[in-house]
Nanobody, 115 residues
């Protein structure tokens, strides 16, 4: 069955770094655009970063541009999100998303930025 499993979340101090990873299975990973979203309580889920099927094109929310980097490895069915210069407002549950005609979601991983 389709699975997206996120890992790498945790507690980090402001200014620190974390790397999230998402491992996919059960579908043709290389055919799907991959995205990272985040959500905080009471707010809508926000698109953070997108990477095209071959990894050639990426895009970012203005709030993370220059600090976050999305990448993918189609041989390993993984997508990553390198997060640098983290701020308290980056605190959220981060979700991996695969999208083509239909979309799949992971269960999320908590990222907390606090001193």
């Amino acid at each position: 069955q389709v699975q997206l499993v996120e890992s790498g979340g945790g507690l980090v101090q402001p200014g620190g770094s974390l790397r999230l990873s998402c491992t996919a299975s059960g579908f043709i990973f290389s055919s799907y655009e991959m995205n990272w979203y985040r959500q905080t309580p009471g707010k809508e889920r926000e698109l953070v970063a997108t990477i095209s099927t071959a990894g050639v094109t990426t895009s970012y929310a203005d709030s993370v541009k220059g600090r976050f980097t999305i990448s993918r490895d189609n041989a390993k069915n993984t997508v990553g999100l390198q997060m640098n210069s983290l701020k308290p407002e980056d605190t959220a549950v981060y979700y991996c998303n695969a999208r083509r005609i239909i979309q799949y979601w992971g269960r999320g991983t908590q990222v907390t930025v606090s001193s």
